[in-house]
């Protein structure tokens, strides 16, 4: 006698599969505004190339920021110290230049950790862009955690530093653009120091 064949119900989507698809798409559509945009400013070969290594650290930082998301999960934890550690490896590839990190190992929310990717990847471009350093560009990232529970970063490139006047809340640049709504999104807070070199503070409650 002929077995009856079962029809399998397709599978549902889980929530996380949902919203880890849903973030995907946004990010994609994200990074290709960005790229339009930039696309519109270039005049030379030197800025095309730099604009292409812009748009490689932003894909390449936000594809951390979701494999984090895929492994853990968005309110869980990773270890920060080795994240920076392979984000560097990465920049000081992808830029030629030469990036550190200084601070002790801490568990931070996965979120927190994949927007410092995006955010140190922006500053640390702007520093190949804009710092103009005699020698080689170097870039620093140093952390730790305050007492009242906020993550402290500090970035810092050996650059001609920033010009008199600058505002970092009141500019139209694409990578100060994305920095500080990358900030604001997590709640934190966003400052700048004048001097030799560009100084950048980052408040992270987490």
């Given at each position: 006698?002929?077995?009856?064949?079962?029809?399998?119900?397709?599978?549902?989507?889980?929530?996380?599969?949902?919203?880890?698809d849903?973030?995907?798409?946004?990010?994609?559509?994200?990074?290709?505004?960005?790229?339009?945009?930039?696309?519109?400013?270039?005049?030379?070969?030197?800025?095309?190339?730099?604009?292409?290594?812009?748009?490689?650290?932003?894909?390449?930082?936000?594809?951390?920021?979701?494999?984090?998301?895929?492994?853990?999960g968005?309110?869980?934890?990773?270890?920060?110290?080795p994240?920076?550690?392979?984000?560097?490896?990465?920049?000081s590839?992808?830029?030629?230049?030469?990036?550190f990190?200084?601070?002790?190992d801490?568990?931070?929310?996965?979120?927190?950790?994949?927007a410092?990717?995006?955010?140190?990847s922006?500053?640390?471009?702007?520093?190949?862009?804009h710092?103009?350093?005699?020698?080689g560009?170097?870039?620093?990232?140093?952390?730790?955690?305050?007492?009242?529970?906020?993550?402290?970063?500090?970035?810092?490139?050996n650059?001609h530093?920033?010009p008199?006047?600058?505002?970092?809340?009141?500019?139209?640049?694409?990578?100060?653009?994305?920095?500080?709504?990358?900030?604001?999104?997590h709640?934190?807070?966003?400052?700048?120091?004048?001097?030799?070199?560009?100084?950048?503070?980052?408040?992270?409650?987490?």
């Amino acid at each position: 006698m002929a077995k009856m064949q079962v029809m399998e119900e397709p599978a549902v989507p889980r929530d996380r599969d949902r919203e880890a698809d849903h973030r995907i798409g946004n990010s994609l559509a994200f990074l290709a505004a960005t790229m339009r945009f930039e696309s519109r400013r270039i005049s030379s070969v030197e800025e095309a190339r730099l604009a292409l290594e812009s748009a490689a650290n932003r894909l390449s930082a936000i594809a951390r920021l979701h494999r984090i998301m895929g492994q853990i999960g968005r309110g869980e934890e990773v270890q920060l110290l080795p994240h920076l550690e392979e984000l560097s490896e990465v920049l000081s590839q992808s830029l030629d230049i030469d990036v550190f990190v200084n601070g002790v190992d801490i568990p931070v929310p996965a979120d927190i950790a994949g927007a410092l990717a995006v955010v140190i990847s922006e500053l640390a471009t702007n520093s190949v862009k804009h710092g103009h350093a005699d020698g080689g560009t170097v870039v620093g990232v140093t952390y730790r955690v305050s007492k009242a529970g906020i993550l402290i970063v500090d970035v810092g490139d050996n650059g001609h530093g920033l010009p008199d006047g600058f505002d970092i809340h009141d500019t139209t640049g694409l990578g100060m653009t994305i920095v500080n709504s990358t900030v604001q999104r997590h709640r934190g807070k966003l400052t700048v120091e004048h001097g030799h070199g560009a100084s950048y503070r980052i408040e992270l409650p987490i």
